[in-house]
């Protein structure tokens, strides 16, 4: 599988690595938003959250916490967005799945996707989409 972040993983491509364990890879963004925009990534492929196991889910989101906490040591951000995208109609484009650590600094402006405007929706249509949800999710 030609996968670019398997690649890296396998160190066939290098990259900045911020943290390691047995289970997850966390490595700087190399077109980052801003300074110390890290991606956090299971070593196993999946594709995306629809895919990721519950294991390696839990291993990202426990390794999240200690790298923003390291984000928040090493560079004082008044923010950090965490973002994962599922899909290339969300604008995944690397289909091995990553988690965005995204700090904003205190000179930095508004992160993308981070400041839509409230518009309350349509509170019956809201209802009802959450109902057709709700009502297929599988545990
Ligand atoms: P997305 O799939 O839209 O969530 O974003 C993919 C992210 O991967 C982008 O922010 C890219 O800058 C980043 N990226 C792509 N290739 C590399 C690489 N070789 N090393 C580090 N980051 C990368
Ligand atoms: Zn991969």
Redesign the pocket.
């Known amino acids: 599988m030609d996968c ?2 398997c690649k ?1 993983v396998k160190g066939e ?1 290098p ?2 690595k911020v943290y390691e364990n047995d289970k997850v890879l966390a ?7 801003n300074p110390g ?1 890290t ?1 956090i990534i299971p070593k196993a492929h999946a594709e995306n959250l629809y895919e990721i196991s519950d294991e390696d889910l839990t291993a990202v989101a426990l390794a999240s916490k200690l790298v923003i906490q390291g984000i928040k040591d090493a560079l004082d951000p008044i923010g950090v967005a965490c ?3 599922n899909g290339k109609g ?6 091995h799945y ?1 988690l ?1 650590l995204i700090p904003r600094g205190k000179d930095d402006p508004e992160l993308p996707v981070s400041g839509w405007e409230l518009k309350p929706g349509d509170m019956k249509a809201i209802e009802e989409t959450a109902k057709k949800i709700s009502s297929v999710i599988k545990q």
């Open positions: 670019i972040f890296i491509i990259c900045f490595f700087a963004d190399i077109n980052p938003i925009h991606l973002l994962q995208l969300a604008n995944q484009v690397v289909m990553h965005h």
